[in-house]
């Protein structure tokens, strides 16, 4: 919280004088419920309910989430170097999971 409030403030002076009165607030209201306080209260539930260990490795899984939507979304190509990452990062979470459950 306190992360993205310090954020807002200190990027407030750059972004006000750019935003008319026509920018749709409720799509950046709605998004930041979403992507801000929902998603924030859904990574905290889960922490609770897995070992801080485990939610640190998911923690490195965002990567190859992000390279994902990319792809998804945007029709971006991922590089060979991303597709040889994400694949280490899922491997490494695989064996480490594995070993947790052992």
Same mark, same amino acid.
């Given at each position: 919280?306190?992360?993205?409030?310090?954020?807002?403030?200190?990027?407030?002076?750059?972004?006000?004088?750019?935003?008319?009165?026509?920018?749709?607030?409720?799509?950046?209201?709605?998004?930041?419920?979403? &992507? $801000? %306080?929902?998603?924030? !209260? #859904?990574? *905290?539930?889960? /922490?609770?309910?897995?070992?801080?260990?485990?939610? @640190?490795? =998911?923690?490195?899984?965002?990567?190859? &989430? $992000? %390279?994902?939507?990319? !792809? #998804?979304? *945007?029709?971006? /190509?991922?590089?060979?170097?991303?597709?040889?990452? @994400?694949? =280490?990062?899922?491997?490494?979470?695989?064996?480490?999971?594995?070993?947790?459950?052992?």
């Amino acid at each position: 919280f306190y992360q993205s409030l310090v954020g807002s403030i200190i990027l407030a002076p750059f972004v006000l004088p750019r935003v008319s009165t026509s920018l749709p607030w409720f799509y950046l209201l709605s998004f930041a419920l979403l &992507f $801000g %306080i929902f998603a924030t !209260f #859904l990574h *905290f539930q889960g /922490i609770k309910r897995i070992k801080a260990q485990q939610a @640190g490795i =998911l923690g490195y899984a965002e990567p190859v &989430f $992000g %390279i994902s939507y990319a !792809f #998804l979304f *945007f029709s971006e /190509i991922p590089t060979k170097m991303s597709l040889i990452g @994400g694949l =280490l990062i899922v491997l490494g979470g695989y064996l480490i999971f594995r070993r947790f459950r052992a």
